[in-house]
């Protein structure tokens, strides 16, 4: 039932974003911008295996940045990420987010199965743009993508 999955997020407060900064930096991912008001972050459990991975976004106004999705490492490949993905799109669009950006070095063919598509990473609205990934934690060679929410 791979294709079927859902999942569901439950949102990190503060004292438990040490979790969330562990499994990014397992990956050489970001971990230094994880608080602020515009920021949300969610961890996913799978009944029967446990935690499975965070994800999370920045809400702009209508513009918003997916980022922090990670599943955990020895539970790939089993569609977890493709869930996630699929909750916090719709959990974006349910707080008014319309276009959702991202950045990724590693995995730009992974969102690219999921409706995002690439984008000038010069022609993103400014707080998209002023944003600490965009800003000074991603590296010049990261790949900006987009998608619209309907
Ligand atoms: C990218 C990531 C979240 C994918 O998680 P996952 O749980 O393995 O994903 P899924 O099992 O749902 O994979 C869904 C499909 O995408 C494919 N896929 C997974 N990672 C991919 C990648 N980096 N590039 C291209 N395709 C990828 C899978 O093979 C699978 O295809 P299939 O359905 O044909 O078998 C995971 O590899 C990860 O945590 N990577 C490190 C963190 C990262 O790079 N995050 C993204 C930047 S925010």
Known sequence: MRGGMSLTGVELG???LGDLAQALAADGMPADDLAGPDKRFFAFD???RGRIG???FEVHGGDGLLRSVVTVQ???GRGYGRAMVAWLVREAASRGVRRLY???TDAAGFFGRYGFTAADRHAVPPAIA???QFTTLCP???VCMVRELS
Do not use: N
């Open 74 to 76: 020895g539970m790939r």
């Open 14 to 16: 503060r004292e438990d």
């Open 130 to 132: 002023r944003t600490e």
């Open 102 to 104: 991202l950045l990724t």
């Open 46 to 48: 799978d009944r029967e």
């Open 140 to 142: 010049a060679s990261a």
């Open 54 to 56: 965070f994800g999370g």
